[in-house]
T-cell receptor
Framework: KAGVTQTPRYLIKTRGQQVTLSCSPISGHRSVSWYQQTPGQGLQFLFEYFSETQRNKGNFPGRFSGRQFSNSRSEMNVSTLELGDSALYLC?????????????FGNGTRLTVT | AQSVTQLDSQVPVFEEAPVELRCNYSSSVSVYLFWYVQYPNQGLQLLLKYLSGSTLVKGINGFEAEFNKSQTSFHLRKPSVHISDTAEYFCAVSGRGGADGLTFGKGTHLIIQP
């Protein structure tokens, strides 16, 4: 079974631009979550989608948004990029909707904002 | 809301020696507890999880953890480490309502010395 696939692996953007990151979950998984990882703040929860609906949301500004498609693939969008948005963005999927199910992570997209 | 404290940012250990990575959490509700490992340039991989029942949980790669409710701890242990265990280890907690996603600790870098 293929794992969680995130594209692109690396991305360099300029402050003020916007960016879209993509995540393909494990086949059959309907829940997709996004996390931001930085050296200073560690891993922080962005949001979770299940069956095309945002189920949970972390404490991030409205510049961070996401969506999920009918095939469970998910995209995350960050508008008006700031230098502080430079981070590793991790996507994770799980097979059932229960909160104790383990997350399966992709290898991440490393975003650098200059 | 929950919080996780990993007491050591870095733990150097000689190969074949035992290791303990410490994790304490705080929560006003019952929780699920997890340990994840992150190898360089990769996403996170689940090592083990505590949901309920026996407080000693065994995971992959010879790791185990013990849930101690009175001390609100979930320390990770391995009796004999290998060079390949060099990685970043994250303790995480999820409230049983699950509304806030996983809350991660800042991570512990396990350094195996030959």
């Amino acid at each position: 079974k293929a794992g969680v696939t995130q594209t692109p692996r690396y991305l360099i953007k300029t402050r003020g631009q916007q960016v879209t990151l993509s995540c393909s979950p494990i086949s059959g998984h309907r829940s997709v979550s996004w996390y931001q990882q930085t050296p200073g703040q560690g891993l922080q929860f962005l949001f979770e989608y299940f069956s095309e609906t945002q189920r949970n949301k972390g404490n991030f500004p409205g510049r961070f948004s996401g969506r999920q498609f009918s095939n469970s693939r998910s995209e995350m969008n960050v508008s008006t990029l700031e230098l502080g948005d430079s981070a590793l963005y991790l996507c994770a999927s799980k097979g059932v909707s229960s909160y104790n199910s383990p997350l399966h992570f992709g290898n991440g997209t490393r975003l650098t904002v200059t | 809301a929950q919080s996780v404290t990993q007491l050591d940012s870095q733990v150097p250990v000689f190969e074949e020696a035992p290791v303990e990575l410490r994790c304490n959490y705080s929560s006003s509700v019952s929780v699920y507890l997890f340990w994840y490992v992150q190898y360089p340039n990769q996403g996170l991989q689940l090592l083990l999880k505590y949901l309920s029942g026996s407080t000693l949980v065994k995971g992959i790669n010879g790791f185990e953890a013990e849930f101690n409710k009175s001390q609100t701890s979930f320390h990770l242990r391995k009796p004999s480490v290998h060079i390949s265990d060099t990685a970043e280890y994250f303790c995480a907690v999820s409230g049983r309502g699950g509304a806030d996603g996983l809350t991660f600790g800042k991570g512990t870098h396990l350094i195996i010395q030959p």
